[in-house]
Nanobody, 115 residues
Framework: VQLQASGGGLVQPGGSLRLSCAVS????????VGWYRQTPGNQRELVAR???????EYADGVKGRFAISRDIAKNVVYLQMNSLKPEGTAVYLC??????????WGQGTQVTVSS
């Protein structure tokens, strides 16, 4: 299984970015697909995920600003990030978990929020 993340970059505070995670397998074969982020010296933290049923979950700090969605035909999961804050600077990683909780990670994409 391969997960290809893209869409990161440099954005000013208050700006927006859309991340994409292209999955090499039918996304319905996973219990959920999501986005985590990691900063140096810290553990990865969940940002958002979407289950095969379409149920979504968000970290408290991004609710109302971020939205996770999917394109089933393309096997792509998106993370729309609005009103970005400097503390959102991190490497964002795509994750997929099966119902047996086998976990797959993609490479990260750097998001830098700075003026």
């Amino acid at each position: 299984v391969q997960l290809q993340a893209s869409g990161g970059g440099l954005v000013q505070p208050g700006g927006s970015l859309r991340l994409s995670c292209a999955v090499s397998r039918n996304i319905f074969s996973f219990n959920d697909v999501g986005w985590y982020r990691q900063t140096p010296g810290n553990q990865r933290e969940l940002v958002a995920r979407i289950t095969f049923r379409g149920t979504t979950e968000y970290a408290d700090g991004v609710k109302g600003r971020f939205a996770i969605s999917r394109d089933i035909a393309k096997n792509v999961v998106y993370l729309q990030m609005n009103s970005l804050k400097p503390e959102g600077t991190a490497v964002y990683l795509c994750n997929a978990r099966t119902v047996a909780y086998e976990t797959y990670w993609g490479q990260g994409t750097q998001v830098t929020v700075s003026s």
